[in-house]
């Protein structure tokens, strides 16, 4: 079971209670993308982790001790720290294999990592555009879009990004996906494919689950 831990209603936002005692700890932003994807793996797993959300206009001291960026999301694994959510990630699939959210073979797992590699380098780094000048801004929207237009096609025939089974690769993409409206970013109309991509990623279980407050009030509701 995953417990949250809301720092803005705790006076000691980093304290464990006394009579539970999570193997794990995951300190991640309330709307940062990169925790965002952590978390859906975290539900996807059905791990008993405490989530503790952290404001990232007020870190806690106790971050920058764990972490030498001082950065979200950060995990705790009894004496482990790890950092960088693609690290977690494949942490979290290797120490708890069921079910299994990275391929089997090593081609293909290669193939997901440097998808997840092109994720971060192409867009997940443009991010911080989107809330620069408008000149910037458009720029980034723009190489989002038709990035994410360019693989589309790839829906018409699978189900998720690598084929029928959900991975790790879909929970890196799926923060990005959901923020479109909080972005700005508008799809052409021939990538519908994708599009009905994240409606069947965001009626996982898991994805709901994995959604904070402040998240679930990035889309406008239907």
Known sequence: MIERDDAAHR???LAIPATRKPVMTLYAGSTDPYSHRTRIVLFEKDVECQIVEV???KKPRELADLNPYNQVPTMVDRDL??????IINEYLDERLPHPPLMP???VSRAKA???LLRFDRD??????????????????????????AVISPLFKDQQYILGEEFGLVDCALAP???RLDHYGIQLPRQAKPILDYAERVFARKAFKLSLTEAEKEMRPKS
């Open 81 to 86: 720290v790890l950092y960088e959510s693609n």
């Open 55 to 57: 404001d990232l206009s």
């Open 113 to 115: 990592r440097l998808l």
């Open 176 to 178: 990005i996906l959901w």
């Open 104 to 106: 089997v073979d090593p």
């Open 11 to 13: 006076k000691d936002p």
């Open 123 to 148: 867009w997940y780094s443009l991010l911080p555009e989107l809330e620069g000048d408008k000149k910037s801004t458009q720029r980034a929207r723009h190489i989002i879009r038709d990035g994410l």
